[in-house]
């Protein structure tokens, strides 16, 4: 044989080999496992229903009657609460219940100690300080609205005082501070 014989006898060999058309140095990937759809259970599932609630059993309130506190001199600075009389059984002649009345609460009527007194006081006459500063550092015409206002907080002024002196301290606090609010509102406009 010729040697342009044998090189193209290994050539085709070669192609033969290393082509398509050879399964030997090809790998083949693995097929994967053919997919199973997932099946869907359809059985029924019981829920539990709910249960009616029965409506809650209003038991009648028992009355109560306030009785007006005993006339006697109060001290300026303290509070007495209000006293609760639950009355005895009612009597075969009534027929008709009173409506109840509600309870005072205790923390509202709860008395003031001496330091709280004193604090309210000092906090009151600084609110009434500064509303009256705010008014005489107004030094421009004022419109009809505003000279309302400041008869007013005037008026709020007057009433704390008077609050004060007779013990009331706070209602003196709460209309002070509605004079000092008013002020300082007038003062910025």
């Known amino acids: 044989m010729t ?8 050539a085709t060999l070669a192609l033969m080999l290393f082509g398509n058309g050879c399964d ?3 790998k083949r990937k ?4 053919p997919s199973i759809p997932p099946t869907i259970d359809r059985r029924k599932i019981d829920l539990p229903q709910p249960q009616p609630v029965p409506p809650p ?7 109560i009657q306030q009785t007006p506190p005993a006339e006697k001199p109060k001290p300026k600075h303290t509070r007495t609460p209000k006293k609760v009389v639950v009355p005895a059984e009612p009597s075969e002649t009534t027929t008709t219940p009173e409506p109840a009345k509600p309870t005072p609460d205790a923390s509202i009527n709860a008395p003031m100690t001496n330091v709280q007194a004193e604090r309210e006081k000092q906090q009151t006459s600084s609110l009434l ?3 009256e500063s705010n008014l005489s550092n107004i030094h421009r015409s004022l419109t009809s609205d505003e000279q309302q206002m400041v008869s007013q907080i005037r008026n709020y002024i007057a009433q704390s005082r008077k609050a ?26």
Do not use: C, W
Not at 57 to 63: E, L, N, S, Y
């Open 57 to 63: 059993v209003q038991q009648p309130a028992p009355t």
């Open 24 to 26: 030997v140095f090809h």
């Open 30 to 33: 693995p097929t994967p496992p």
């Open 129 to 131: 300080g500064s509303a």
């Open 3 to 10: 040697s342009a014989k044998i090189h193209l006898a290994a």
């Open 164 to 189: 004060m002196t007779d013990g009331d301290l706070e209602r003196a606090y709460n209309l002070a501070n509605k004079a000092n609010l008013l002020s300082s509102e007038l003062v910025k406009e």
